[in-house]
């Protein structure tokens, strides 16, 4: 079973994207700086998540969500 998530900074509102079998974990390597891409902008929160199945499934959706189309319905996570 794969997941994609969304990773939020609260400090500077980046956000990140990523899919993984183990998001706790994932997290975990995020927030440790075992992560090259956002060790420099830690400490990281789940945004959310979303169970996809198998791991074709899973890079679909997690290309997707990096779009533009994507990236708006991802505000509407971030809104109060």
Same mark, same amino acid.
């Given at each position: /079973?794969?997941? +994609?998530? =969304? &990773?939020? %900074?609260?400090?500077? $509102?980046? #956000?990140? #994207?990523? /899919?993984?079998?183990? =998001? $706790?974990?994932? &997290?975990? !390597?995020? %927030? %440790?700086? %075992?992560?090259?891409?956002?060790?420099?902008?830690?400490?990281?929160? &789940? &945004?959310? @998540? @979303?169970? +996809?199945? $198998?791991? @074709?499934?899973?890079?679909?959706?997690?290309?997707?969500?990096?779009?533009?189309?994507?990236? !708006?319905?991802?505000?509407?996570? /971030?809104?109060?």
């Amino acid at each position: /079973m794969y997941f +994609v998530y =969304v &990773l939020k %900074n609260e400090q500077t $509102e980046r #956000i990140y #994207i990523g /899919m993984s079998a183990d =998001v $706790e974990r994932r &997290l975990t !390597e995020h %927030n %440790n700086g %075992n992560v090259r891409s956002t060790r420099a902008y830690r400490p990281w929160i &789940l &945004l959310f @998540k @979303k169970e +996809v199945g $198998e791991r @074709k499934l899973a890079r679909q959706e997690e290309k997707r969500l990096k779009s533009g189309y994507g990236r !708006e319905e991802i505000k509407k996570y /971030m809104r109060p």
